[in-house]
């Protein structure tokens, strides 16, 4: 039933995106979604460092705690870029909608991490078995859980209990004790561990390259790609920030962070975003993971039509590498 309402769902967005998709293209000003999370700090570094305003560029920017709900935005034409998880990205392009990919926002495999409260007995992933685990459904660190870090213990997603959780509801979980364990994200996670709350087993790293995808409104890149031209000139500069002056970088971003109201201090926000990992290019690689992920997905009962990420047209990072070209950026 829940797949079923799932489908609907797309199949609603998709439909909405074809009734009011022209206004994007008619306005030619860019819509940007920037996601709470650490992987959104280049679209709120670019927005509040002023490097899209140097680029003459004309939009506007709103935050999103998810990036399902980014790409669902984009589908239903209200949205023009953003970052979703490689995992939301494949069930919708293997469900029918239209949402491409643009770029690699980052790799965040080191910003994500399995806890556990700080007093917790749990010591190796192997202890979760018949544990609660919570996480969000349908992410990519829900499939790189459940296909990566598990089986490397003999373990299957069936072994825990999941209990499917926004990232702002796992740490009161964990406390009240509602769950046992948790996959945590920057800045929550490097905050939660400095109050002495929770206690990090380990990162993704030894299990997944875990990535963002960047995604973009067909149509808007069709009849306005000058706009993503300008986009990607302020966004590489704010990738090229982080990797020449990290601690710049991570003053603009812990800036924002308290006008929303974070408890955070200067020194985290330094010590999450070098951990942070520039990588923004749709290589070869990527396509074949993506291709392998659909098909675990299929297994897993998420889709039930393939895609063929090496040939989909909803593929295609050629603005960014033009500007990256222009700008001599590489990864």
Known sequence: MK????????????????????????????????????????????????????????????????????????????????????????????????????????????????????????????????????????????????????????????????????????????????????????????IAVQQGQIRTMESLCKYDKTRMMHVGNPKTLKEHPELFEKYFRGWLMAHRLLKEKPDEYAKIYYEDLIELGSKVKLDVVKKIVRRLRSEVFITNEVKTYLNDMNSKQIQLGWIKKPTDFTKTKFIDDSILRKVAKEMNYSN
């Open 3 to 190: 797949k079923r309402i799932a489908s609907i769902l797309i199949a609603a967005a998709m439909l909405a995106g074809l009734l009011g998709a022209g206004t994007a293209a008619e306005a030619a000003k860019l819509r940007i979604g920037a996601h709470r999370a650490l992987m959104g700090s280049f679209e709120i570094v670019a927005h509040r460092g002023g490097f899209w305003k140097k680029q003459g560029l004309d939009y506007t920017i709103g935050n999103y705690k998810q990036g399902k709900l980014m790409r669902n935005a984009i589908i239903q034409g209200n949205l023009d870029t953003g970052t979703t998880g490689f995992s939301p990205f494949s069930t919708a392009i293997s469900r029918g909608a239209k949402v491409t990919a643009i770029g690699v926002t980052a790799n965040i495999c080191d910003n994500i991490h399995i806890v556990v409260p700080k007093k917790s007995k749990i010591m190796s992933i192997k202890d979760l078995k018949g544990k609660t685990f919570t996480n969000k459904k349908g992410t990519s660190t829900d499939f790189a859980f459940q296909q990566y870090v598990l089986p490397a213990y003999g373990l299957k997603g069936s072994d825990v209990n999941l209990l499917s959780l926004r990232t702002t509801e796992r740490i009161s979980a964990l406390i009240a004790g509602n769950a046992d364990a948790a996959m945590l994200g920057d800045p929550m996670l490097e």
